[in-house]
């Protein structure tokens, strides 16, 4: 998996920077049911901010407050520092691309994409209406449905019009709610990057919701990890994939291998994890918050940890963990091989390795016996 | 041989119950009348063999039709009616629209209920229904002494035995025609739609206009057509409700038929009225069509 480097673009973590949407002790309930629970966050302006979570977990929710269909129970929602409470959808300087699409059946794409535009400043300006909706034709590659009537196009090319519908009228905030799933992968990729074209060009702010980790870790400037109304963690991809702040976060990121255990207190920032009956327990850094000996868990990447058919030579002051187990499954997937190793205590440890020899020349197999070993700084140490 | 019953069921009901008593009014409206049982001339005599099927084509014209160019009553009558069933149906669509989006409106669990109360009405007689509006719209009705308890009026309205009253009674009447068609289709509309439309811009009443009239067009074409059709041709509300000066071709037809007991004169100002019916009706079957077909 590709990790988006840092470009700079950071206004989160400079005090003075001023939010475009500031949620403050944002509670949302429907009924008795909380969908929304004391939600606190600020997404600046220019930024790609992903919205990840299970199903049900309010992801769509905090949308719709944004784009005025709900108000909040309590706390209150803060767009370029007013209080946008009570303003009007067709007031806010938003615009949503619905989930269900919502596109217009009884018109055709042409005018679905012209609707917005035909209800903004610019209403009165024929060509420049077209010309706009040519545009937005053209970009998501719609230019030959431009007749059809919604119920005459495909799943993805419906789901195209309503982004191209969206983006029409430029707005200073565009919420894609789950923009691109109807779309085949290579598709896809490329309205991401388109995404994130238009979104360097025109400089609007976006807020996707997305069940597809890697496309948040790709287009995203930060990613919110949502549990049942609950923001879990915020912060760029890459600190999500390398530094969860808990077992929940970093086992929906991605793969990654859990070893639960007991750590000792942490000395010279290192602690060790025992985790299992015989084996010698893991040496890993030791978070921060951590003081005497904690229930833990060890969470690190399968790509992390190397294998092979010999005990690894030790590197200097014995910061490897080397443990011996049996490979029991192999999934080959084209450039890498994951290998499914069970060590003595019966604990499985997922092994990604590239595969960069020819496959008849694979020196590990199913049965073997194997060493498989990672660095004291490879894995994070999860207190919750 | 099963598709065929399958398709001929239908085509023999028509059959039996449209196009027999339609070719026998057909024929009454050509024939001539006279003072006998029945009161038309000539009748087909099958004793006599084909001479007597050849007597009877040859007494058969179009007199009839020609007597409904001449005399004036009947065209002002076709196109009174005419009037009173294109405002009725405006009318209609006027009150039914609110009903049917308030119903579609309404929190699913009150549905039905507001579906029965709509439905309701039809389950006491129509003459009993329209009788007692005259007990509503009198002089001395229920309407006038609430007006005059209320002192909005000093004089009572003659509302009954006007045309106003007729009108009442259509939309009255066919109130629930126009509801539930266009209920049909607001029930379908998709609420995600209307705040698709906020959110590019329009008001909640720009949105009213841009989205849920043209998706409940269907609809109010269907209602307005099964509303307009038996307002056309309707008889006993412009009987009861209306004055003598209400012209109905359906009260024209009536008194042809029994007052002045001319029967092919009857026959041919209903043959008249079906040949215009059948635009409206056609029209109605192809929005039904377009219908199914968007939906299909
Ligand atoms: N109008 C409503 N009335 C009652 N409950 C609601 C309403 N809208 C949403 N909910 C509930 O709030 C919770 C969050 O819903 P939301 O639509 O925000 O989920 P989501 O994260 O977008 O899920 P998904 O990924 O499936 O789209 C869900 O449990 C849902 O059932
Ligand atoms: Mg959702």
Redesign the pocket.
Known sequence: MEIQENTGFAPWGDPEAKPLIRFQNVT?R??T?T??DNLTLDIYAREFFA?L????????????MLAGF?DPSEGEIFLDGENIAGVPPNRRPVNMMF?SYALFPHLSVWDNIAFGLRRSEMARDKTRIAARVEEMLKLTRLEKFARRKPHQISGGQRQRVALARSLAKAPRLLLL??PLGALDKKLRQETQFELMDIQERTGTTFVI?T?DQEEAMTVASRVAV?DH?KIVQVDTPATIYEAPNSVYVADFIGEINIFKGHASPPRDGFCEIAFAEGLAPIRARAPEEMQGEAEVSFAIRPEKVLIGPERPPELPEGRANAYRGKVIDIAYLGNISTYHVELAGGQKVKVQAANTRRIQRRTITWEQEVWISFTDTAGVVLTR | MRRFALIAVPYLWLLVLFLVPFLIVLKISLSDATLAIPPYTPTLDLSRGWQGVRDWAAGLDLENYWFLTEDALYWKAYLSSLKIAVLSTLLTLLVGYPIAYGMARAPDHWRPTLMMLVILPFWTSFLIRVYSWKAILSQEGLLNQFLLWLGVIHEPLTILNTNTAVYIGIVYTYLPFMVLPIYAALEKLDESLLEAAEDLGCSRLSAFWLVTVPLSRQGIIAGSFLVFIPAMGEFVIPALLGGSRTLMIGKVLWEEFFSNRDWPVASAVAVVLLLLLIVPIVLFQRNEQKNREAEG
């Open positions: 949302k429907f009924g049911f969908a929304i919205l979570g299970p199903s049900g977990c309010g992801k769509t929710t905090i949308m719709r709900e989930q709610d789950e919701v069940h949502m109304g």
